[in-house]
C-alpha cells in the first residue's frame, strides 16, 4: 500500500500548468497514461497506464508499477519475467494526464510481452492505398511462451 | 477527407500482434493513443490521441494529424502556430492500441501549447512525504498567448 496521494487537480490552468504541486488528471477510469523509454538511447518501450497506487508505488520505490487493464489488477512490470523497470527519472505534461519514464530495465532487457526489447517492432506504410506494418526484425531477448505460462 | 480506412482489429492475437494487417484498436471513443517523440534526439514532446479519420490523414500526407478530445474537433497539429509535425517514421505496438510518431517539428520547433519545445517540462518528485514538481527551465520558443488569442 502507498503512502503517497495526490490532491484533486486544480482548476485553474496557470496552478496546473506551471505550478509545484503534482495532481494527475486521472481520467474516468481513475488512469493516466505512462510512456516508457530507455533512459540509455531514447527507445520507446511501451505505453501503459498507472491509477494513483500505481503512481504512488512507482515514486516511492523508484520500480515502475502500472494498472493493467486487462487484469483489472496492479502490476510490478517484471514479477513475471525479471524485467524490472528502475525510474532513472520522471516527468508528467503541461496538464498532467500523461507520466513519461525514463527507465533502466533489468533482466533480459525486454519490456514487450512478446520477448521483444520494445513493444514497437512494426513499422506503418502504406501500399497501394492500404495501411499496413513491416517487421523491424527485433527478435525475441526472452521465451515468453515459457515465462508466462499459467502455473 | 482520408482515403485510407483501416479494417476491424482482428481477435486473433497472433493477427493482432505479429501480422502485417495494420488494425488499430481504437477505444470507446474511436481513439488510439500517438506518442510523439523528436526524430533527432528521442525528446518526449507529447502525448495525443487519433482517431481512424486522423491516423489516415496523417500516413497520408505525412504530417501529424490529432483529435482533440477538448475542442471534439480534428486537429492538423501546427495551423495556429506554424509548428506543424513532418513524420519520419510511425510505428504501432504489440496490440495495435498506440501510434509512436517520430517528428520534425518545422516552424519555433515548440510543440507545446504554452510555447516551449515539449509538453514534458516538469520532473515528478518526492518531498516530505508529498509528490512534487520541478521546472527543468525550459522556456517558451514563441509567444502562446499571441498566437492562440482568439480571433
Keep these: 500500500m502507498a503512502a503517497l496521494t495526490f490532491p484533486q487537480a486544480s482548476s485553474d490552468k496557470r496552478a496546473l500548468e506551471e505550478g509545484e504541486a503534482c495532481t494527475p488528471r486521472f481520467d474516468a477510469n481513475g488512469l493516466v497514461t505512462a510512456v516508457v523509454t530507455d533512459a540509455a538511447d531514447g527507445m520507446l518501450l511501451m505505453v501503459a497506464h498507472m491509477n494513483a497506487e500505481a503512481l504512488a508505488l512507482t515514486i516511492e520505490t523508484g520500480i515502475a508499477h502500472y494498472w493493467s487493464r486487462s487484469r483489472n ?6 514479477e513475471s519475467s525479471g524485467n ?3 525510474v532513472v527519472e520522471m516527468r508528467t505534461d503541461c496538464d498532467q494526464d500523461a507520466i513519461w519514464l525514463r527507465v533502466n ?3 533480459h532487457d525486454a519490456t514487450c510481452h512478446t520477448g521483444r526489447r520494445s513493444c514497437f ?3 506503418v506504410g502504406q501500399q497501394n492505398g492500404v ?3 513491416s517487421a523491424d526484425g527485433s527478435a525475441p531477448l526472452f521465451n515468453a511462451e515459457d515465462t508466462y505460462r499459467k502455473k
Tied chains: 1, 2.
Design 73 to 78: 489488477a496492479l502490476w510490478k512490470k517484471g
Design 105 to 107: 530495465v533489468t533482466g
Design 121 to 123: 517492432y512494426r513499422t
Design 84 to 86: 524490472f523497470q528502475h
Design 131 to 133: 495501411a499496413t506494418l
